[in-house]
Structure formats: structure tokens, C-alpha cells
T-cell receptor, first 114, second 114 residues
Framework: AQTVTQSQPEMSVQEAETVTLSCTYD???????LFWYKQPPSRQMILVIR??????QNATENRFSVNFQKAAKSFSLKISDSQLGDAAMYFC???????????FGKGTRLHILP | ETGVTQTPRHLVMGMTNKKSLKCEQH?????MYWYKQSAKKPLELMFV???????ENNSVPSRFSPECPNSSHLFLHLHTLQPEDSALYLC?????????????FGPGTRLTVL
């Protein structure tokens, strides 16, 4: 079965510190995209960062970067210099070229401590 | 307005009521999606439309009835719902159905079934 596992239901980090959210996934496909989505409280879910499975170089978007380990099927998100606005639910997800659906994890709730 | 909008934002209904959720996207996209988000569960894809045609029905009960009159609008008609249908219903859109296309989400409708 296609699954995404986020083993940390909740995490906290001090403002300005760095935090890493873990994600593992399971697919037999070789061609897929991986995503991290952010859902702030009562606000829209937005894409934070994405990674194509064929690219070895880890994606980076400003303070957000990923550690993509294809063989281990691991896709962690690192947030540097955490800010209060980073507080949200973070969802890891992937989509293969054979499917219309994105497979989501259950999410990690990130708290930022001032 | 820009992006993906959803109305109403909150809805409380009895099990015998009939109501509709509305989604509108202003991004010129061709594909639209309905998701169900329940606490402590991954997002569940319900329906997918591409160029107004339904391409996926993810084993959703018939008490949920989607309608897509054009590529910009998507409705979810609700009737004789059950309390376990209470959840956040998210609409999303993407340029097309290609797995490389980013999905853009609306703010959701928080549905409570009494």
C-alpha cells in the first residue's frame, strides 16, 4: 500500500533555532514528486517545497530545505531560523506519475516558542 | 479575488438537511479536487475533475454528490449525512492532472453534522 509516515505528531522549537521534521514513504514507483505542505491554524494549506525523485540535489526554498534519501525513502524537512509564523501543521506527501491522487501523511504540528 | 475560495467557511447541519459546498478557483486551472480532512488522519481524496469531467471517485458514499459546471467552479452537494462526516472539506486545483503540477488549496469548509 502507498503510505506516508510522519513519526512526530507534535514538535516544538525555540524561535531562531533549527528544526527537522521527519517523513518516510512507501512506493514501488520510481518516478514521483515529494511535497511538504504547511497548514497554519484556520488558514489555507500552501506548498512549502517540492522535490522530484529523479533529482539527487536536495531542494531549498529560503529557510526551508529537504534531506531526500531515495534509497531509504526518507524526505525530511529542515526549517532554519524558525519564526513565529512557521507555527502550523506540516504535511509530507507524494504523487506518482501513475496516479491522480497525492498521498498525504497525518501531519506534524510544529510549535514555535518565543 | 485570487487563488482558491470556498464558501461557506463553517456549516452546521442536521442529518436530514441538504446543503452544498462551493469552491471557486481564479487560477485558470483545469483540474479540481475535493478532499476530506479529519483529525489525526491523512487527507482523503474524494473526487477529481479535469476539464469538468470526473476522473476519480475514491469510493465516496452517494450522500456526497459533486458537480463541476465549468473548470472554475466545483460543488459538493450533501444530503442525509452522518455525524462521522463532520470534518474539514478542502477544495484544491491544479493546472492539469500531471503529477508534476502543484495543487493549490482553498481554506476549507468546517462541516459539523448533528
Amino acid at each position: 500500500a502507498q503510505t506516508v509516515t510522519q513519526s512526530q505528531p507534535e514538535m516544538s522549537v525555540q524561535e531562531a533555532e533549527t528544526v527537522t521534521l521527519s517523513c518516510t514513504y512507501d512506493t514501488s514507483e520510481s518516478d514521483y514528486y515529494l511535497f511538504w505542505y504547511k497548514q497554519p491554524p484556520s488558514r489555507q494549506m500552501i506548498l512549502v517545497i517540492r522535490q522530484e525523485a529523479y533529482k539527487q540535489q536536495n531542494a531549498t526554498e529560503n529557510r526551508f530545505s529537504v534531506n531526500f534519501q531515495k534509497a531509504a525513502k526518507s524526505f525530511s524537512l529542515k526549517i532554519s531560523d524558525s519564526q513565529l509564523g512557521d507555527a502550523a501543521m506540516y504535511f509530507c506527501a507524494y504523487r506518482t506519475n501513475r496516479d491522480d491522487k497525492i498521498i498525504f501523511g497525518k501531519g506534524t504540528r510544529l510549535h514555535i516558542l518565543p | 479575488e485570487t487563488g482558491v475560495t470556498q464558501t461557506p467557511r463553517h456549516l452546521v447541519m442536521g442529518m436530514t438537511n441538504k446543503k452544498s459546498l462551493k469552491c471557486e478557483q481564479h487560477l485558470g486551472h483545469n483540474a479540481m479536487y475535493w478532499y476530506k480532512q479529519s483529525a489525526k488522519k491523512p487527507l482523503e481524496l474524494m473526487f477529481v475533475y479535469n476539464f469538468k469531467e470526473q476522473t476519480e471517485n475514491n469510493s465516496v458514499p452517494s450522500r456526497f454528490s459533486p458537480e463541476c459546471p465549468n473548470s472554475s467552479h466545483l460543488f459538493l452537494h450533501l444530503h442525509t449525512l452522518q455525524p462521522e462526516d463532520s470534518a474539514l472539506y478542502l477544495c484544491a486545483s491544479s493546472q492539469d492532472l500531471d503529477y508534476t503540477d502543484t495543487q493549490y488549496f482553498g481554506p476549507g469548509t468546517r462541516l459539523t453534522v448533528l
